[in-house]
């Protein structure tokens, strides 16, 4: 991979929302699209609201209460989290001057795949 990375001060803003310069296109590609690019996405809205929700732990009473609420809000966080997950990453390859269709590009690959499989079966290829 070739370009620069973004320093720890960068990533963050990138994180949050922010674009990054251009030398960093190549970057923010492989971020967005490259292996790993689900997982990294996840972990970066999931993982920073666990802290915000182990507050419902100090409520009094039984445990299974503030459990409870803490899964009431998590779960739903997750479900959207994901369902949202091709729309965050064309918005970001738009951000950043990226074509928007390499959000699906291993979907594409992988139909493509399929297709050239199926006319070969069936005597189309």
Known sequence: MSGQTPNPMQRVRYICGARLPSSMLDWVRNDLTGPGAARRYLLRFLVPVIPL????????GPLWVGLSMMALLYLPLIFFTIALMYVYRRHRLIQHGLDPELADIRE????????????????RG
């Open 53 to 60: 929700l182990c507050v419902f732990l100090l409520i009094p």
């Open 108 to 123: 594409r690959q992988r139909a493509a795949v399929e297709r050239a499989a199926y006319e070969e079966r069936h005597g």
